[in-house]
């Protein structure tokens, strides 16, 4: 089978990455190759990782895939998948899938996607934090000296919800292109937009693809009962199924 994890971010994802990868002959990447995607308009790179995985799962070579190896979880993971005699459960976690569900499933039928859905405002709370750039004191007040000297922008976060300059909030050029963007005064507000904007979204998908695409409330990763039923609608065997304490990072619960 090929999962495709989903959700807005600070949603579990790390938590079921570690329940699919805790299975038999699986492997599921956290953001594989984000370098190459965005928003939207980029179907290609993400139709050639099923297509990949396709290949891999029918008795391929193992490292016959397009992975972005400067991250480390990432090239982690590929060196795991390519020490794998066989592979049987295949996939990626990200929020940027969510717009690519139907071009998937027209390369493959195997794909099951889970979206996670985490409390709103703990959501939120978590991509504040998420998305500053916090400093000690001292290199700061450096940094703010050297701005005012030079006339350069002083960033203490980034904004990936708003459409901005620069001058306000860190550009970065590989996770900027992958939100969608709203109008808003602040960035909690445009936070909040996204947050809303993604489960709608979401729930159409699922009314309309029940077979294919499940929205999971987060907290309930920690069932074991769940787990079971999850793991299998991504076609884990029953009696092969490894339960898992899925809160690897408890913190996340608050963070």
Known sequence: MIIIGLGTGRSGTA???????????????????PSCMRWSGTPRPAVNMVEEFEAILDGGPTDRLTVDLSRRVAAEAY??????????????????????VDDLLAVSDRGRFICLKRDKQQ?????????????????????????????????????????????????DPVWDKLFPKFQADNKRSAIEQYWDFYYQEAEKIAARLPEYVRIVRTEDLDDRSFQSELLTFCGVPTNEQVPTDAHIHKSQQAS
């Open 15 to 33: 938590s079921l990455a570690k329940l699919l990868n805790a299975q038999r002959d699986a492997i599921c990447f956290h953001e594989m190759n």
């Open 79 to 100: 060196a795991q998948l390519t020490a794998m005699p066989k592979a049987r459960l295949l996939g990626d976690i990200s929020f940027y899938y969510l717009n690519y």
């Open 123 to 171: 959501t939120v709370e978590s991509w504040m934090r998420k998305s500053g750039l916090p400093r000690w004191p001292s290199k700061a007040l450096g940094e703010r000296i050297s701005a005012a000297v030079t006339r350069q922008p002083y960033h203490d976060s980034r904004n990936f919800w708003m459409d901005h300059d620069g001058t306000t909030w860190a550009p």
